[in-house]
């Protein structure tokens, strides 16, 4: 690996800590949301694969860390895996804890950086032998992965009768492209389709806004006022081994290790689960929502590592609900990646090594070091200055972009549609994964069905 190469990883990683660990903080930017449009730019840019790894590692680990701190200090998640630690930060802050829940919350999100990393290289290089078995069975795993996340909603019935109609949906547009002539047959209309998806929920409320009678019975309120606690300064570079307590600490660490092994489940499931077990002995309520909030950002940053890192170098296949969700672009961005063609094939063992490092690193060295000196100064600049509606209007328009860029205007229509069936399956409890293993596996799925 030449100097420049890795000079341009270094650049990039800094580039998505400064960036994302703002977004972070931004209360409701979900990760799909304003990650995975930026990183499919990037790889369609044709940048080299290590260097847009490296960045995709970098926003992870950033975001993951910031987006804890509105939590802590208002009670309001930034991102969607940091909802899990409300009611504990908020048992916290109810003690005038506000600061040490900070601390805690990102030291345990470095702990899980530190466990998933290696843990996630062994893992996967432990996979490779077994994995053209598993890439011969890819499409009809899509499908079981399908029912499999479609059994873990809080729908599970409307989850499991929407999978067939939802494919039908995808692959009848692009049949209906295929015969009006915006793409060459056989074609797979993707990249926008996951788009489409990933927004569905902004697409049906701006709908819903155009409606009079629904907009005139929205409920209205007063300006919101956030108090934000005076918290202590901490002198010197912050260490999470000391930060956290020893039973913190190697409660965060075992959660970590379980998330990584764990890879393909729910993060959002998993974290509840762990961090509401074990923090369950615990009877005093402070210390018991400290231990629970370690735990829950270690779990969740090392679930996102691992879920991105594991497919990614042994599989090629995006087989996880990380993969499928923000780190997607990674596997499949037609025309420059494809399951036959991605990082996975571009990329050797040592690349993935140098990426993940500097990307992890300079993310934790950066962010963390930020995250504790200066969590309350960029919240409050946050909460004034950026609103969440700016930065998701600017993830909208992206897509819109590049949905015309996929197979022209006609394919605006299609993602808007798409976008307004996959937010009514959200607002019914359909989680992500399912919409996005229905993508992938609709070809197989209508297949079957009329043969």
Known sequence: MDSVLIFQM??????????????????????TATIAPVTLVLVLSGLPPAVILSFFISAIVASKLTDSIPVAVAGIPGGVMATPAVEHAMILKKFGMS?????????????GTIVAVPVSLLLANALIPVADVIKEYANPLFFIGAIFLALMCKNRWIALASIVPFALLIQGLRYLYWGVGVVPEGTNVFVSFFLGITIGPIILTLFELLNKQKRESLERFDKKTIMINKASRTKGFPNPFTILSKKELGMSALSSLIGSITFIMSPVGMTIFLGEMFSSREKDPAKKASLAISCMEALANATYIAGTLIPLIALGIPLSPMAIGPANALFNAPPRFTLEHNMHHLLSSSAFVWATLIGAGIAVGITYFITIKYSQQICAFVFRRIPHEAILGLFFSLVLLLAFMDAGWINIGGVILIGLVAGVLHRWGINYGVQFMVLYSAPWIITNIVR
């Open 10 to 31: 270094v650049v990039a990683a800094l580039l998505a800590a400064a960036a994302y660990t703002v977004i972070g903080i931004a209360p409701g930017t979900d990760e």
């Open 99 to 111: 600061d040490v829940s900070i601390r805690k919350m990102a030291s345990g999100s470095v702990i």
